[in-house]
């Protein structure tokens, strides 16, 4: 009997997981290149999940294989901007902020929609550019009342009193964080990784999408 430890596990996991996703996205878009965009939202839910869960090396390559991989089946242009912002932050928050920079600057700004902006602005810590695009959108544009203790990439800027100002002018009340524990935490905590909790943000994430 072969005896496979926790770090063993996680490698071979991680390892099948990628090979299925990406082996199962190019069947998928070579046999059927008019559901383009479905592939695009169930992978784009997939890496949202990885975010989720803080797996940030496994979505980093499928963000990778996402934004980069796929050009040849001529993906979106919405989603492409998205697999690149959900990557930046990928990166981000995995420590590795000037890769995260390097994404951003690559990608042209100009005539985006508002939640882009914002996200270009919190990932680059400009919290004073965030909190104005914010108050921008308002209490009911395109960017929810709930994303805003939900979505990943609002983590940092949700510690920040511009945030907490903006959000308390916007809404009418002051913003309450909301605790939640992630699944991969509990599957951690039974495999003796599990982050002790002073040294992990209590914040629930999300995601960024079309």
């Not at 490698?11 to 383009?36: D, F, H, M, N, S």
């Not at 695009?133 to 203790?149: C, D």
Request: aromatic share 12%; proline share 5%; with cysteine.
């Amino acid at each position: 009997m072969l005896d496979a430890d926790a770090k063993y596990f996680r490698r071979a996991y991680r390892c099948i997981y990628e090979v299925g996703v990406k082996l199962g996205q190019t069947i998928w878009r070579k046999l059927l290149p008019q559901e383009a965009e479905q592939a695009n939202d169930a992978l784009n839910t997939i890496c949202l999940e990885l975010l989720r869960f803080k797996e940030w090396d496994l979505a980093i390559v499928l963000l990778e294989f996402a934004a980069n991989g796929l050009s040849r089946f001529n993906s979106s242009s919405t989603y492409s901007r998205i697999f690149k912002i959900n990557l930046a932050q990928a990166y981000k928050w995995n420590g590795e902020d000037s890769k995260c920079k390097s994404i951003l600057d690559e990608m042209d700004w100009c005539d985006l929609r508002d939640k882009f902006l914002l996200a270009n602005a919190v990932l680059r810590d400009d919290f004073d550019e965030a909190a104005a695009i914010m108050a921008r959108i308002g209490p009911s544009g395109e960017v929810p009342k709930e994303a805003y203790p939900d979505w990943p990439i609002f983590r940092k800027f949700r510690t920040t009193s511009q945030f907490h100002e903006t959000y308390k002018r916007v809404f009418s009340a002051p913003f309450q964080i909301r605790a939640e524990v992630s699944k991969l935490e509990l599957i951690e905590e039974m495999l003796g990784e599990r982050t002790p909790p002073s040294e992990r943000p209590s914040e629930a994430i999300a995601e960024l999408t079309p």
